[in-house]
């Protein structure tokens, strides 16, 4: 049966590599809407190629989409109003937590929701789980989907949930060499080719991080049964230990076609012609995290234990504090130094149960970052 999808963040890493598998399989999915920031030209030439109903362009004139036969969508909450025409799925792929609007507006409709916008989780949490409620949101994080899989069936027999993490490029530095560590050294990942904020989070372990507190809400494990373990070569993705003292691990080869084609076709699985993983020669290493050097794991744990305006506050730092990064402004440990001044000044209360009260908190905490990023600056 032909699934009518919509992709939001089409033009980006997670987003053209969904469109690698609509195109792969024409006869299994149709395009029903696509949406980018501001690359008006690729996601022109995306409409045409997908015959997308819908175009949503979220930064610019329709204009910038030529003569597109697509209905266009323009200006702030243009993904927001994608999200909510009616899609068997709705693949959020927009970055940070500019995807919390469209992973609400997607619920709240019925949509179905294949998440890789984590930050939506994060920040939106237990409020974004209420608005799901039997309507599960279908995780494209390769570790979640992972998980998600071994999880199936074995309700009451699990003790504790794994999550695989590679740890960088950086993970082996000692510390003192972090201090020199720019942006194209931190963009140069082992395992995986990204978007440049997840790439960052990575080497920073933010990402991992904000995977505890998503595999937290997407499947109601306490932070305690959450077990991070630093796996270099990204083939376990994740797995479940269980009761009776065995575990089940998933395996794949770093390539995100895999989760995303589960995560647009559950629970049906598709052929997106990845490699196999290979068993002749392959050498599987299994570490503690360092959490001492890489900071902002910890400090993410401590602000989902917190929950409330913390997690929120945690992202939206982490979000000011890596573009402070990319642009030299501050230095690699710093990243971790702005997050934790920041959550040190969190005193806002109350339920995070409304996109207000969430987005007074995120731009509360986006203030305080950029403040403290300039003291840097400045010095
Ligand atoms: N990349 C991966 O392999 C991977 C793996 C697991 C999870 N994820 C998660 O997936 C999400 C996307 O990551 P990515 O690496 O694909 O990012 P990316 O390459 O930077 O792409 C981001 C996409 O979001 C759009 N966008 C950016 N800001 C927006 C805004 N304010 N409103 C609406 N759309 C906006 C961008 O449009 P423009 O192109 O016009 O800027 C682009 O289409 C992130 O949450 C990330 O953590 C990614």
């Given at each position: 049966m032909?699934?009518?999808?919509?992709i939001?963040?089409?033009t980006?890493s997670?987003?053209r590599q969904?469109?690698?598998?609509?195109r792969?399989h024409?006869d299994l999915f149709?395009i029903?809407?696509?949406?980018a920031?501001?690359?008006a030209?690729l996601l022109?030439q995306?409409?045409?190629?997908?015959?997308?109903d819908?175009v949503?362009?979220?930064n610019?004139e329709?204009?910038?989409l030529?003569?597109?036969?697509?209905?266009?969508i323009?200006?702030p909450?243009?993904a927001?109003?994608l999200?909510?025409?009616?899609a068997?799925?709705?693949?959020n792929g927009?970055v940070?937590?500019?995807?919390?609007?469209?992973t609400?507006a997607?619920l709240?409709?019925g949509?179905?929701?294949?998440l890789?916008n984590k930050?939506?989780l994060v920040?939106?949490?237990?409020w974004v789980?209420?608005l799901?409620g039997?309507n599960?949101?279908?995780p494209?994080d390769?570790?979640?989907?992972?998980?998600y899989q071994c999880?199936?069936?074995r309700e009451?027999e699990v003790?504790?949930i794994?999550?695989?993490a590679?740890?960088?490029?950086?993970?082996e530095?000692?510390?003192?060499?972090?201090d020199?560590?720019?942006p194209?050294?931190?963009?140069?990942?082992p395992t995986?080719e990204?978007?440049?904020?997840i790439?960052i989070?990575?080497?920073?372990m933010m990402?991992?991080?904000l995977?505890v507190i998503?595999?937290?809400h997407?499947?109601?494990v306490s932070?305690?049964?959450?077990?991070?373990?630093i796996?270099?070569?990204?083939?376990?993705?994740g797995?479940?230990?269980?009761t009776d003292g065995?575990?089940?691990l998933?395996?794949?080869?770093?390539d995100?076609?895999?989760p995303?084609a589960?995560?647009?076709?559950?629970?049906?699985?598709?052929?997106v012609?990845?490699?196999?993983?290979?068993f002749?020669?392959?050498?599987w290493t299994?570490?503690?995290?360092?959490s001492?050097v890489?900071?902002c794991?910890?400090l993410a744990v401590?602000?989902?234990?917190?929950?409330?305006?913390?997690?929120?506050?945690?992202?939206?730092a982490?979000?000011?504090?890596v573009?402070?990064f990319?642009d030299r402004?501050?230095n690699?440990?710093?990243?971790?130094?702005?997050i934790?001044?920041?959550l040190e000044?969190?005193?806002q209360?109350?339920?995070?149960?409304?996109?207000?009260?969430?987005?007074?908190?995120?731009?509360w905490?986006?203030?305080?970052?950029?403040?403290?990023?300039a003291?840097?600056a400045?010095?």
């Open positions: 032909t699934r009518r999808v919509t939001l963040g089409s980006g997670i987003g969904a469109l690698d598998v609509v792969a024409p149709e029903v809407g696509l949406s920031s501001s690359n030209n022109q995306q409409a045409t190629e997908f015959h997308s819908y949503a362009l979220e610019g329709s204009s910038a030529g003569d597109t036969k697509a209905e266009v323009t200006g909450g243009s927001r109003n999200a909510e025409v009616p068997d799925i709705v693949l927009i940070g937590f500019a995807g919390l609007a469209a609400v997607a709240k409709a949509n179905r929701l294949a890789a930050e939506s920040a939106g949490g237990d789980n209420t799901a039997d599960h949101i279908i494209v390769s570790e979640h989907s992972a998980i999880l199936e069936g009451g003790s504790e794994l999550l695989t590679s740890g960088g490029p950086f993970y530095f000692e510390a003192e060499r972090l020199a560590a720019g194209e050294d931190a963009l140069k990942h995986w990204m978007g440049r904020k790439t989070d990575s080497a920073t990402n991992k991080g995977e998503e595999a937290h997407l499947f109601g932070y305690d049964d959450v077990k991070v373990v796996h270099r070569q990204s083939v376990v993705h797995g479940v230990l269980l065995s575990a089940i998933h395996a794949a080869l770093p995100m076609r895999i995303i589960w995560g647009m076709s559950y629970p049906e699985r598709v052929d012609g990845a490699k196999r993983v290979g002749g020669d392959a050498s299994f570490q503690e995290p360092r001492d890489f900071r794991l910890p401590e602000a989902g234990r917190a929950g409330g305006a913390h997690p929120i506050a945690l992202n939206a982490n979000e000011v504090a573009q402070a990319l402004r501050i690699f440990p710093r990243i971790a130094g702005v934790e001044d920041v000044r969190v005193t209360e109350g339920n995070m149960d409304s996109m207000e009260a969430i987005e007074a908190v995120d731009r905490s986006r203030g305080e970052a950029e403040r403290l990023t003291e840097v400045a010095r």
